[in-house]
Each structure stands twice: as C-alpha cells, then as structure tokens.
C-alpha cells in the first residue's frame, strides 16, 4: 500500500470523526520528541509534525511561540528526519510533516522525499505553497507514493474548491475560517454550509481545522466533515506539562 493511501485509509471515519493532531517538533523539550510522538500517536488517527520556521504567517501566537523555542533548540527539518529514523512509525498513526516552504526548498525535494518516505513519513502539508506551484513538489513526492495535501478555506471559489479536492492527496484540509490557527473556531452556520460543499467536491476524507478545543466542537464538525486537526490546543497542552494523550482522548469522548 502507498503511504498516501494508508493516509487515507486512516483518516476514513468509521463510528466517529477522525482526529488529526499537530504537535511542533521538539516543543517543549527535543530530547522528548520521539516520546511525545509515541504518546499522540496513539490516540490520534494521524498526526502532523509541524517543522520549526522563524515565519509561521499561518500559525498564531502558541504556534510562533512553539516554533521559535524549538529553533533555538536546534530543531531543523533535518533534525526531524533523523530523529525519525530511529524508530518505526510504519505501524498506528500516520505521520505527516507540516512545513512551510524555504526548509523543503533548502534540503532538497528529491532528497527529501526519499528521506521522508524512508522514515515513515506519508506525506506533506505545505501551506505557503500555491497548488500553481506545486507540480516539482508533488513529483517528487509522488515517486515515493507520498501525499501532498492540499488547503481549502472558506474564501476558495467553488471551480478552485473542485481543482484542489481533485488534486489533494491522502485528505483534503479545510481551513475553517480566515486567519490564523489557535483561538475558538467560529461554528456558524456558514462554516457548517462551507464544509458540506467540501464535503460534496472530495472524493477524499475531508478535515476541519483551526481553533478546535472541545469535544463539543469535535462533535458538531464531524457532522459535516470526516474529522477535524487539533494543534494550538494540543501545544498548550505540552507547554503545560499535561497529558497529550488524556487530552486527546477527552476530544474523541474516549477519555
């Protein structure tokens, strides 16, 4: 089986809506990395590792905190990748790598798809980098069988809305509203309306994210989507010294 497919497979809600969670590597402590990784893991139905930038525009304060902590760490995409690679994340959870542009474009697409596909990895979601702009990447992952998911937000035209469904990999990531990750998600009507058309265009799971820190927003999301991604919620979490795993449980009502 690809490493996309098994994305997908993995993310194909069954009794309940599917949990993708983000965690930046390394935060709080990178000599835990690989333990905390184990511990989300296994609750999550898959999980992003989000690699360290000096310029996350998409993240909000929790997640710029996170990623500026860790790069004065020495957390690097590298780093990452190595850490991986001793252990084997091939069984449970997949493992996605969330990075912004210049750190893949600095090690290398042909290098890092191989190295990715090597240690685990199933896929990338990469969100500075325009579908356009996409079909070096995407090639080079594709040689490996890896997924490049794709974005989609409230704003995105309805023949843009069918293009990236069609061209995502793995599952379709619905950005809930404008701006940045962390704070409440907005579950309005609009949203709801907005993931049913998501729903509609992707022959793929489809994720809702940004702002999710309830089960009662888990809840009411997975009524119009196949799951949703916890991430500034999950790194408060860490920062705070706390169960990543009882918290996520608590999310999927198995806690």
Known sequence: MQPSDRLRDALTPRTQPVLVAFLTAGYPEPARFLEVLREVASVADAVEIGVPFSDPMADGVTIQRSSRAAIEHGVSLRWILDQLAKANFREGAPLLLM??????????????????????????????????????????????????????????????????CAASQGFVYAVTRAGITGGGAALSAETCDYLDRVKAASTLPVCAGFGVR???????????ADGVIVGSALVEVLERGQSPA????????TG
């Open 99 to 164: 990075s912004y542009l210049n750190p893949l474009l600095a090690f290398g697409y042909t290098a890092l798809a191989e190295r990715a596909a090597n240690v685990g990895v199933t896929g990338l979601i990469v969100p500075d980098l325009p579908y356009e702009e996409s079909a070096e990447l995407r090639a080079a992952l594709a040689s490996h069988g890896l997924a490049l998911v794709q974005l989609v937000t409230p704003a995105t035209s309805a023949a843009r809305l069918e293009a990236l």
């Open 214 to 224: 309830e089960r009662a927003q888990v809840e009411l999301l997975g009524e119009h």
């Open 246 to 253: 009882e918290f996520l449980k608590g999310l999927k009502g």
